[in-house]
Every structure is written in C-alpha cells, then in structure tokens.
C-alpha cells in the first residue's frame, strides 16, 4: 500500500515559468491538503481539495496559484509565472477525512532562479 | 478563528533526559488531534488522540490530550541524538482542514 506520492521531488524554475507539483493520494484517501513550508518555518496550509472539488482554498496567494483535484488522477499544484519568493518546500497531505489520520508525501522542493 | 499553540519554541537537552512538550488549541468542533515529527524532510505521523485521558503510547513517546482544557502534551523518555526533530502538533478545523502549530524544535546532545 503506497504512501502518498509526490513527485518531482525537486524542480527548478526560472523566473517567470511555470512549476506543476503532483500529489497522489494513498489509496482510499478521497481528501487531499498542500502545504508549503519555508526554510526554518512551520507548515503553512493552502488548499484543500476533494475529488473535483476545492473545499477551502482560503491559504492560497489569489494570483498565479491554482490547484485541482480531478476525477482521474493526481492533484495538481500549478504556480505560474513563478517568482524567487515561491521557492520553498511543498508538502501535501492525504487522508479518509477530517477528523482521521493524515499522511504526507515527501514534497517537492521548488527552486526558482 | 481556530489556532494552535506549541510551547517550547524550542529545547536543548542531554541524552536520557525525559522532555514534555506541549500544544494547545482553539477550535471549533473538535474532532481529533494529531502529533508529527519532523526532520529534514516530510512530517511523520506519530499519533491520533480523540479521547481524553487516554494515553497513546509507542516505544518512548507518548502523548494525552485534555479535551477540557483543551490541550495535549507529547513525552518523550530516556531521549536520544535521533530524536532530534522538530515536533508538530495539529488539529482539525470546522471547515475539515488540518492546522498546525509553530512546532518544537528539539536539540538532543550526546
């Protein structure tokens, strides 16, 4: 039974490109969360999904940050237009539901320069 | 607005010391609260707790949660260099999203 996958697990950007981070969820997790953490800095929530649906999207920058959850497949982070400030560490985490154990993936560290 | 608290910030201690940490929390509807641990890399699940009073215990770790009060301690006894870490405690809000405290960022000296 895998865990929550995660890839790349390193990416590089430069300014002004756009980064596609990955989350599959483990199996029978329905409930997906992203989370981006700075160097030195607690884990800072930004979107919560369910299968085609975004539930609380209230941690997310309202430009160039995008996420989705489809019927088929993994969720997807998409930053666009990327900028030296959104380098950091993406984690994202999987459950059954609120209220149950989460699990997270490995994250993907982005690099813009 | 629901919040968590984790104090220490952070703490340095000796091998085979016992360390407490703690978290406390404000939220509305709540459901359960989880502990991870972090180290250079993505948080592990260390436990659930929805009950309180009851403890959740494996090898040296253990934590309570006090649902009156509203908070939850982790110990951890008879530490060692690798439990060196940074320790997350987080609850789940009334809108199903999971929120994290600060972290403790534990030093363990030989």
């Known amino acids: 039974n895998a865990g929550v996958m995660q890839n790349p697990r390193h990416l590089v950007r430069r300014r002004g490109q756009e980064a596609r981070l990955r989350c599959s969820p483990m199996?029978?997790?329905?409930?997906v969360y992203w989370y981006r953490q700075l160097p030195e800095e607690g884990l800072k929530f930004m979107v919560y999904?369910?299968?085609?649906?975004?539930?609380?999207e209230s941690g997310m920058p309202k430009e160039r940050f995008s996420a989705e959850f489809p019927k088929e497949g993994p969720s997807i982070l998409r930053i666009q237009q990327v900028v030296r400030g959104d380098s950091a560490a993406y984690f994202c985490?999987?459950?059954?539901?609120?209220?149950?154990?989460?699990?997270f993936g490995q994250g993907t560290r982005l690099t813009v320069v | 607005e629901d919040k968590v608290v984790q104090s220490p910030l952070s703490l340095v201690v000796h091998e085979g010391d016992t360390v407490t940490l703690n978290c406390s929390y404000e939220?509305?509807?709540?459901?359960?609260l989880l502990w991870y641990k972090q180290e250079k890399k993505a948080p592990t699940f260390l436990f659930m707790l929805?009950?309180?009073?009851i403890e959740k215990k494996s090898g040296r770790l253990s934590s309570i949660l006090d649902k009156k009060e509203l908070f939850s301690i982790l110990n951890i006894t008879a530490t060692q260099t690798g439990d060196s870490a940074v320790y997350l405690c987080?609850?789940?809000?009334?809108?199903?999203?999971?929120?994290f405290g600060q972290g403790t960022t534990l030093q363990v000296k030989p």
């Open positions: 985490a999987s459950s059954p539901g609120a209220g149950h154990e989460a699990f």
């Open positions: 199996k029978g997790h329905s409930h």
């Open positions: 999904l369910q299968k085609e649906n975004i539930i609380d």
């Open positions: 939220v509305t509807n709540f459901r359960s």
């Open positions: 929805t009950s309180s009073g």
């Open positions: 987080a609850v789940w809000s009334n809108t199903g999203k999971l929120i």
